[in-house]
């Protein structure tokens, strides 16, 4: 029978390392065109003056919120050493878009409640409708786990980027896509980069000899780091409002 | 904690009691076969250069995803009656698929039987991946889904009240990366090429099954949320594994009782395109010979009024968390 011979197989490993690379590539750069195409219609939005920066006057919501978003929220009680806390992840959000007054260029416009996508800053807080944290540590020590949720509120005197009946950003949103797309598109040319200098440290001549070892060890590790990296990417790129909320919740 | 049965089976389908003083179920020495000859292919072509061929190549890519196979059999039920000789065995299985076993407690028992992870999608959800051309999705697919699963059993190692857990996690990462590297360090390109590359095999494909066997299923339904492989030859050697549906709604089930309460229970209420007799067929039929993702169907609709017979889905998950605190 004939054998397996080094090169040929050093050959398939090559290829299954660009396979996936490529791949991995690919995925980033698909991402990048779906925000591309949210980004031109923000963009075109701007240009047409109906993506304005605005400053909230007043909401119509409860206790004065121009939106009220409500994350649901699971919480598991931390097992590993060290304080208690309760690790606390998002099991779905409501929405609530009250309108109210917006100011835009200083002038009030009344905005009727509707249905708009919300995007807040990552450091935005909120108001947890359960405080107790030793009852809370209790109900998440169980296998059901704790049932609270985070209300998180927008309201007079934010400062929102505001996109008629589309969009409430407490961030700008053009220059947001603009750098999730560069991110993208550098991780996608950086993932092929290391490809190939990985590749080319593994054909040194000698083939299979010291350099060419140590490629292949780099492109093994490159191999197993690439993959979650690029799920590490996707995930920092997507909508702000399609990122899950985890929180960890530490005994005051 | 106890908790009753999901399914109430009737005499004639309870599970058959085939003990053997090592064994739960004398079914599983096929299991134990298994992961013998794929351990010894491994080892044969590292250390026998005769044995570095085509066959042996091949041969240990086949073995190394039935190896995953019985990881996902043990994890669900622990093949031995001793539970030290269960961890040990979950550290062989983990040096065979380059990952530790034990990441299936959360993984796969816990959050994919559900579909869910207390609200979030499955972290292997077939709409992980979205590209046009369809033979993409699957060769894609593990790329996403397997660190989407590391990193939720890591957030899940947070909170386990398995006792040990952490400490058999650790103990797994160990000997499945520690031996792998030993076999590289000593003889780098033998290593890659004859050890690293079947495991990889087999642990990529194992993820890649999740995609096979749900994407264009109705994971809200209770028994149209699996495509099903019923081929008897190909359910002989995946010990079962091609019986989807029946193994996601009972999971304690051992793998040798599912193809009867698969004829049973789940054949009158599945739409008749999950259940495949043949799954090269339904490969070339999906990933090779069309170009995009065949269009959804709504399968749920032929459980319409007979969807009973099953414990609600929340105390299903109850159930899993604490058969994983017993393991």
């Known amino acids: 029978m004939h054998p397996l011979v080094y090169p040929a197989m050093g050959l398939f490993a090559l290829g299954v390392l660009w396979l996936n690379t490529l791949l991995i590539a690919a995925a980033a750069l698909l991402h990048r065109r779906e925000l591309g195409q949210h980004l031109r219609r923000l963009v ?12 909230v006057g007043a909401g119509s919501g409860p206790d004065g919120a121009f939106v009220t978003r409500t994350v649901r ?15 606390l992840t998002e099991v779905s959000v409501e929405l609530a878009c009250h309108g109210g007054e917006l100011r835009i260029d200083g002038t009030p416009r009344r905005i009727e409640a509707g249905r708009w996508d919300v995007w807040l800053a990552p450091s935005a807080t909120g108001t947890r409708t359960r405080s107790d944290f030793d009852a809370c540590f209790a109900e998440a020590s169980t ?31 053009v220059a947001t896509l603009e750098t999730r797309r560069a991110g993208l598109l550098a991780f996608a040319a950086v993932a092929i980069l290391l490809a190939g200098g990985v590749t080319a440290l593994a054909l040194v001549p000698p083939v299979f000899g010291t350099v060419s070892t140590i490629g292949g060890a780099l492109a093994l590790l490159f191999f197993v780091l690439v993959q979650p990296a690029g799920v590490r990417v996707r995930n920092w790129a997507q909508r702000p409002s399609a990122q899950p909320l985890v929180e960890l919740w530490q005994r005051p | 904690m106890s908790v009753a049965p999901s399914v109430a ?89 380059m990952y530790p076993a ?37 060769l894609h697919f593990p790329n996403v889904v397997g660190p989407s699963t590391f990193d939720g059993v890591s957030r899940w190692a947070m909170t386990t009240r398995q006792k040990d857990f952490r400490q058999q996690y650790l103990l797994e990462n160990v000997v499945a990366f520690g031996l792998t590297g030993l076999l590289l360090w000593n003889d780098f390109w033998t290593g890659l090429f004859f050890v690293v590359l079947p495991q990889l095999w087999g642990a990529r494909g194992i993820l890649r099954i999740n995609l096979i066997q749900h994407d264009g299923c109705d994971v809200r339904s209770e028994w149209n949320h699996s495509r099903n492989f019923v081929g008897d030859g190909f359910n002989w050697v995946m010990c079962n594994n091609g019986y989807h549906t029946i193994h996601h ?17 789940v054949a009158p209420r599945i739409d008749p395109s999950l259940d495949e007799p043949s799954m090269v067929r339904y490969l070339w039929r999906t990933y090779f010979a069309r170009f995009a993702p065949p269009p959804r169907q709504d399968v749920a609709r032929a459980e319409a009024g007979r969807s009973g017979g099953l414990a609600p889905r929340e105390y299903r998950k109850l159930e899993a968390a604490v058969a994983s605190l017993a393991e």
Not at chain 2, 9 to 21: D, G, I, R, V
Not at chain 2, 68 to 86: D, E, M, P, T, Y
Not at chain 2, 112 to 130: L, M, N, Y
Request: aromatic share 10%.
């Open chain 1, 73 to 87: 929220q699971r919480g598991r009680a931390v097992t590993t050493g060290g304080p208690d806390r309760i690790l």
């Open chain 1, 44 to 55: 075109e939005a701007r240009r047409a003056g109906r993506l304005v920066e605005a400053e």
């Open chain 1, 143 to 173: 296998h059901k786990g704790l049932a609270t949720a985070l209300v998180q509120r927008v309201g007079a005197g934010a400062r929102v980027y505001w996109l008629e009946g589309e969009l409430l950003s407490a961030i700008d949103p």
């Open chain 2, 249 to 265: 709604n009972i999971a304690g089930l051992h793998w040798a009782d599912l193809a009867a309460l698969h004829r049973a229970k």
């Open chain 2, 9 to 97: 089976l009737a005499s004639s389908e309870a599970p058959s009691t085939n003990e053997t003083w090592l064994l739960h179920h004398r079914a599983d020495r096929r299991q134990l076969g298994i992961v013998f000859v794929y351990d010894a292919l491994l080892l044969a072509m590292y250390f026998v250069p005769a044995c570095r061929n085509p066959v042996f190549f091949l041969a240990a890519c086949w073995f190394s995803f039935l190896n995953a196979v019985v990881i996902h059999n043990h994890l669900h039920k622990g093949i031995f009656k001793s539970r030290a000789l269960n961890r040990l065995f979950r550290c062989v299985l983990s040096f065979g698929s």
């Open chain 2, 102 to 138: 034990s990441a299936n407690v959360a993984s796969h028992n816990i959050v994919h039987h559900h579909f869910d992870d207390d609200g979030q999608p499955d972290w292997a959800s077939p709409d992980q991946v979205g590209f046009r051309w369809n033979l993409l999705n699957l």
